[in-house]
């Protein structure tokens, strides 16, 4: 029942502010993402070493804290990839996103129960001994549910959260045509989307909206989206990119090409075919 793309499968959300995609595979896979969420889970890990929670306060302070980020970088390779394969079964089997994130969590606190208490042996083996093994099941999973929660809430936009609330997922039918959503109705971009769109990037049959220091991938086609943000927001500067006008930083000429540097770092290359209404429209002034 799954639509699938090369990265993985892909559900939609259908709300009040329209659809929103999640690309299950595509939640483990950024960099950026991984970056942010290593570099969490080590403020998370120094904190935990700081308080020393289940009596490790007794224990030597470095010892402690490394320990703590350790066990939060464990949790962090280990939690993060078994969520996102949680919530794609549980989406293709009709379960709630977050029964189903919860369930995917749980079997994975076994292992890194099983990573804690090892650590815990290495550096403590008396204190280790007298913990029984449901008591390091329990214990990590009251740390790892909150803690993939808060992950859930930063990383995946405000669509998502609604979506794993209220459980709004729906799969896209197979073989139905990516442009309409599965009651026929036109798909729309989110409006927290539209307010924080600098570019849309066209990927296959969706569109990758890429904002301040994050993106979101919409399955959607590039000039639907583009005709609904209308030319107020910004214009179609290629086939595959359309560009908010307040992102334009600068503009280069690379021969008879010319590509726009957005304010988040990014190079947009300008259909010869657009240049002349760049120009027109004022997006190629130099301010002096």
Not at 92 to 118: D, N
Not at 120 to 137: D, K, N, Q, T
Request: hydrophobic share 50%.
């Amino acid at each position: 029942m799954g639509h699938r793309t090369n990265e993985g499968m892909t559900v939609t959300r259908t709300g009040m502010d329209g659809v929103d995609t999640i690309d299950f595979a595509d939640m483990a896979k950024r960099p950026d993402r991984w970056s942010r969420l290593l570099s969490g889970a080590t403020a998370a890990g120094l904190l935990f070493g700081v308080v020393g929670p289940y009596n490790s306060f007794t224990a030597n302070p470095t010892t402690r804290l490394c320990y703590w980020v350790m066990l939060f970088w464990a949790g962090t390779l280990i939690l993060w990839p078994s969520a996102a394969l949680g919530l794609r079964a549980g989406a293709r089997r009709g379960f709630s996103p977050a029964f189903a994130a919860a369930a995917a969590v749980m079997i994975a606190c076994v292992p890194l129960a099983a990573f804690a208490a090892a650590g815990c042996y290495l550096f403590w083996p008396v204190h280790a001994s007298g913990i029984r093994p449901i008591e390091w099941y329990v214990q990590t999973v009251v740390i790892a549910l909150p803690a993939v929660g808060i992950a859930f809430w930063l990383e995946m936009g405000r669509g998502f959260q609604r979506g794993l609330i209220d459980g709004a997922f729906r799969i896209q039918a197979a073989g139905q045509p990516s442009g309409t959503s599965a009651a026929g109705a036109a798909p729309a971009l989110p409006s927290h989307l539209i307010e924080a769109a600098l570019c849309l990037q066209m990927e296959d049959h969706h569109v990758r909206v890429h904002t301040v220091g994050r993106s979101h991938l919409h399955l959607a086609p590039l000039r639907q989206i583009a005709e609904q943000l209308g030319p107020a927001h910004g214009l179609q500067v290629h086939r595959s990119w359309w560009v908010a006008r307040n992102a334009v930083r600068d503009w280069q000429e690379e021969g008879r090409s010319v590509v726009l540097i957005l304010t988040n770092g990014l190079r947009v290359p300008v259909a010869r075919n657009r240049v002349a209404q760049l120009r027109a429209d004022g997006w190629l002034q130099r301010t002096t």
